[in-house]
């Protein structure tokens, strides 16, 4: 559990699939994770910026340019920010090895740890089937994925209206559906087979939404959730421990903008790498 005093110093942040430039994207949130965390490296782990969506039609606001800046502002003040594209932002693929804004293009990356493990970082997009070999149904998906999420907004605000937390429809159904638990599983199970190729210890991705740490065949996989649904992050502490943290509205306070950010239960050993 993280108290919600000052700023938590990390060593390694790993954020993905915020989709800026989408109603869904939940910009405040991480604007105040931004703002009440730093790191000595930054890892923005693909579909950041969500290509697709702006192509089909222009929605941007005010938090969102916010969180732009604040990622800018970090790279000023030192931090070492690596952009690792997916699907929604590939346009980016085009710009690897260059630096953008202070900001470095790497399609991957090899993460060592301080306790010296190698972990793999790409966003995983390239695992998934109909991204890769049917992107006219992708696109199909997406957009029933957008419009299930403006149904989670609605729902939300009569939540909020009663003084409830925060909860994710969408998410629900992912896993109350057997065929998205079956992808998931798959997923998983292909993006720890490609870390055990490279000879990594672990492997870091992002891209189902699915936030998790847990060891396949010897492999720890961690998928560091989302800014849509779970809103989560990856961090490694100043010890090199691996750990998925929440960031969420404070129950107690709803009608402001304050958050804190809760420890997401890992299962047992693998809840801190070692």
């Known amino acids: 559990m993280h108290g919600f005093r000052g700023v938590s110093q990390y060593r390694t942040i790993w954020i993905s699939d915020t989709h800026l430039g989408t109603r869904g994207c939940k910009a405040e949130f991480l604007l105040d994770f931004l703002r009440h965390t730093r790191a000595d490296k930054i890892y923005l782990v693909g579909d950041i910026i969500d290509g697709w969506r702006l192509k089909r039609s ?38 690897t090895g260059l630096i953008l804004g202070g900001v470095k293009v790497q399609d991957q990356v090899m993460h060592r740890t301080k306790d010296g493990k190698r972990f793999l970082v790409i966003h995983g997009d390239q695992f998934d089937g109909v991204v890769r070999y049917a992107k006219w149904l992708a696109l199909l998906g997406d957009w029933a994925y957008n419009l299930l999420l403006w149904m989670n907004d609605h729902l939300n605000r009569a939540r909020r209206i009663l003084g409830m937390p925060y909860w994710s429809l969408s998410a629900y159904l992912k896993h109350k559906v057997k065929n998205a638990v079956e992808f998931i599983s798959c997923f998983e199970d292909a993006v720890a087979s490609e870390a055990k190729k490279q000879n990594a210890d672990g492997v870091i991705c992002g891209h189902i939404h699915h936030p998790e740490m847990r060891e ?36 107690e306070t709803v009608t402001t903008s304050k958050l804190i950010p809760t420890a997401e239960p890992a299962s047992g050993a693998v809840a801190r790498s070692s």
């Not at 005010?62 to 970090?74: G, S």
């Open 216 to 251: 396949i065949g010897g492999i720890l996989y961690c998928n560091d959730g989302d800014w849509v649904e779970s809103c989560t992050a990856l961090i490694e502490d100043l010890d090199g421990h691996l750990e998925i943290v929440r960031w969420i509205e404070n129950p």
């Open 58 to 95: 222009w929605y941007w606001n005010d938090a969102q340019t916010a969180v732009i800046q604040e990622i800018l502002k970090r790279t000023r003040e030192g931090t070492e920010v690596i952009y690792v594209p997916g699907n929604h932002d590939e346009v980016l693929r085009d710009y």
